[in-house]
Nanobody, 115 residues
């Protein structure tokens, strides 16, 4: 069973930075595309950033130029570096990947941007 474990959330002031990590259990990490999503109460979960197996990246318009997704295949970990954070970035952030036809999700990590 695949497990995704996020870490790195917390409270940060507007304009600050934070790095989220997501470690994936199992083998063949390098073969899988990975994504970061976020969700606020009452809204649908939205894609923030994704990285393919060949490290091609894409971002939501709202985070372009501020967030950077990367992967370390040796550590089986994907990162989300978040800079210039805004109160609107406050959400629970989830790591995700698709194994075959099954979407796998981590438990989520809370990020709160507030002064």
């Amino acid at each position: 069973q695949v497990q995704l474990v996020e870490s790195g959330g917390g409270l940060v002031q507007p304009g600050g930075s934070l790095r989220l990590s997501c470690a994936k259990s199992g083998t063949f990490f390098s073969r899988y595309a990975m994504g970061w999503y976020r969700q606020v109460p009452g809204k649908q979960r939205e894609l923030v950033a994704a990285i393919s197996s060949d490290s091609t990246t894409n971002y939501a318009d709202s985070v372009k130029g501020r967030f950077n997704i990367s992967r370390d295949n040796a550590k089986k970990t994907v990162y989300l570096q978040k800079n210039s954070l805004k109160p609107g970035d406050t959400a629970v952030y989830y790591c995700s990947t698709r194994i075959g036809t099954i979407d796998c999700w981590g438990q989520g990590t809370q990020v709160t941007v507030s002064s």
